[in-house]
């Protein structure tokens, strides 16, 4: 009788444990109703040298140069630089009380989102003269374009459908996977009609289609230094961020906060 009732609690416990719901959305690794997204194989076709004194936040290939925007207050930038030296070519210095973040090229401009700030900026791509400043009521992180629309993510789930020229709110379309919500969004890529983002603090790349949200793959870039020879101080490295894509290659480059190299990837499906 003394064992009945040791073991009685314990033996609720599985009771009441096998019958909770699953937290964070209806599906699991193995819900054949609501599959996980497959993992992305790619290829390292050339390595380029990076600013390592760079805080990436948002890159972009156009017109076969590259443009990036840096964050942190004091040393936040939009750089035109050269993609075989890694040496600036062009830049803007933000002012010192703005935490630059995300950048996009849309009909001759670049846009650029700031962190906590409310604010954003639009510049001439040709001369980078600062055009126009506009006010964004979350905050900033990630931003790409789909041809007519900004698209701005916010850390959040969310991804913003967002009107180029009065900076008004089209639509949002909220970002999941087999688990539910997927947040930390956070630099995006438009690539023929599916958007690729960096998932903050994670080594992964997602695949998400615009239209519904959903995450249809996956690029694993866990050790990409290591494995293809790239040396660096791991005390000065932060996260994975930054993705450009060359329509002319059909290829990505891809970095990292203070990364030393930046990597174009070929991808295999």
């Known amino acids: 009788m003394r064992i009945v009732l040791l073991l009685l609690p314990f033996l609720l416990f599985i009771a009441v444990s096998c019958n909770e719901p699953a937290k964070n959305g209806s599906g699991n690794a193995d819900d054949t109703n609501n599959p996980a997204p497959p993992m992305l194989s790619f290829t390292v076709v050339k390595i380029y040298p990076h600013d390592t004194t760079s805080f990436t936040e948002g890159l972009i290939w156009f017109n ?22 890694g040496k600036t070519v062009k830049d803007v210095k933000l002012v010192k009380d703005f935490f630059g973040e995300g ?14 700030e409310h604010k954003g900026f639009v510049y001439d791509l040709n001369t ?21 629309e900004l698209i701005i993510s916010t850390g959040s789930s969310n991804l913003y459908f967002v009107n180029p020229d009065n900076f008004k709110i089209n639509k949002t379309v909220s ?9 930390n969004i956070n630099e995006l890529e438009y690539v023929n ?50 993705i450009a894509f060359n329509a002319d290659k059909n290829t990505l480059y891809v970095t990292g906060k203070y990364w030393p190299a930046l990597f174009e990837l070929k991808l295999n499906q």
Do not use: C
């Open 193 to 242: 009609g599916v958007v690729y983002a960096n998932h903050y603090l994670t080594q992964e790349i997602i695949r998400i289609d615009p239209e519904s949200g959903k995450v249809t793959g996956k690029l694993d870039l866990t050790g990409i230094m290591d494995s293809n020879g790239v040396k660096y101080d791991p005390s000065k490295l932060d996260v994975l961020n930054g």
């Open 175 to 183: 970002v999941f996977d087999n688990y539910g919500p997927v947040g």
């Open 103 to 116: 950048i996009t090229i849309l009909n001759n401009k670049i846009y650029e989102l700031t962190w906590q």
């Open 128 to 148: 980078l003269q600062k055009l126009q400043e506009f006010e964004w009521p979350f905050e900033g992180w990630g931003m790409t374009n789909n041809g007519k």
């Open 64 to 85: 076969n140069t590259l443009y990036e925007g840096t964050g942190n207050k004091g040393s936040s930038r939009l750089i035109q630089s050269d993609i075989e030296t």
